[in-house]
Nanobody, 127 residues
């Protein structure tokens, strides 16, 4: 079992930046693809960004591609997502997710492919 805890969310102004953190425990994440999803009430959970087990491949949804950066530290068992130039459309609950993918080279973007989820952290962007 892998437990995931997100942090770093909060209320920010449009144009600001923030950094979300995901701390894993229970097992090393070095064999997992790690991703961030987000969800707005009444909508499907949306893939935001992901990174393969060794950081070799990253993937971003088009709406954040030019202003997001995902990274991981397999020693510290953490994943970070940096988002800049935030807009109200980025308001959502952000979830960290892990998918077993030993030596995987593809970041899966469907939530059904992920094995473990955190509880989420709220990000609210005011205009």
């Amino acid at each position: 079992q892998v437990q995931l805890v997100e942090s770093g969310g909060g209320e920010v102004q449009a144009g600001d930046s923030l950094r979300l953190f995901c701390k894993a425990s229970g097992r090393p994440i070095s064999s997992y693809t790690m991703s961030w999803f987000r969800q707005v009430p009444g909508k499907e959970r949306e893939f935001v960004a992901g990174i393969t087990y060794n950081g070799g491949t990253t993937n971003y949804v088009d709406s954040v591609k030019s202003r997001a950066f995902i990274s991981r530290d397999n020693i510290k068992n953490t994943v970070q997502l940096q988002l800049s130039r935030l807009s109200p459309e980025d308001t959502a609950i952000y979830y960290c997710a892990a998918r077993v993918a030993i030596r995987g080279t593809v970041v899966h973007t469907l939530q059904t492919g992920y094995d473990y989820w955190g509880q989420g952290t709220q990000v609210t962007v005011s205009s």
